[in-house]
């Protein structure tokens, strides 16, 4: 199955109202980062476990280890969770960025280094939102 049949399905397995916000979502950072690479992670490990919950990726990057492999992944992701939705920002190397620049602007949401995690659209400013996407896929050097 292709990766956006595979995003397709998940957000249509999702209940009506996260999956009304997931949809608008994904279309909002598609149009903010049209000829993005797209990734589906399942939530699964190598021996087909469960492990997390599965991922909407948007754009790449190079993550990089304490030990110096790197290993190239998505820089915005989405994901359902048990209480609503977290909006995941990579590759910022500064923890107190999101936070300081969304936290308090954002609404109704938990702000971290690099989640910003939600109930429902409703609840926050979605331009902020976006501005915290569109900063996040910015590359950094």
């Not at 490990?45 to 110096?68: C, F, H, R, T």
């Not at 998505?74 to 107190?96: E, H, L, P, Q």
């Not at 702000?111 to 995690?117: A, L, R």
Request: with cysteine; aromatic share 10%; charged share 25%.
């Amino acid at each position: 199955m292709s990766i956006p049949h595979e995003i397709e399905n998940y957000i249509k397995l999702q209940p009506e109202s996260k999956r009304n916000d997931m949809l608008e979502l994904h279309e909002r950072i598609l149009q903010n980062l049209p000829s993005c690479k797209l990734w589906f992670l399942d939530g699964k490990n190598e021996q087909g476990k469960l492990v997390s919950n599965p991922n909407i990726g948007y754009g790449s990057y190079l993550m990089k280890y304490a030990d110096g492999t790197t290993k190239e992944f998505y820089r915005i992701g989405i994901s359902a969770n048990t209480t609503g939705i977290s909006v995941y920002i990579m590759g910022i190397d500064d923890k107190n960025h999101l936070p300081q620049m969304y936290g308090k602007r954002i609404g109704k949401a938990t702000v971290t280094g690099y989640c910003i995690k939600f109930k429902a659209l409703k609840d926050i400013n979605r331009d902020v939102l976006e501005q915290a996407i569109k900063d996040g896929a910015k590359p950094r050097f």
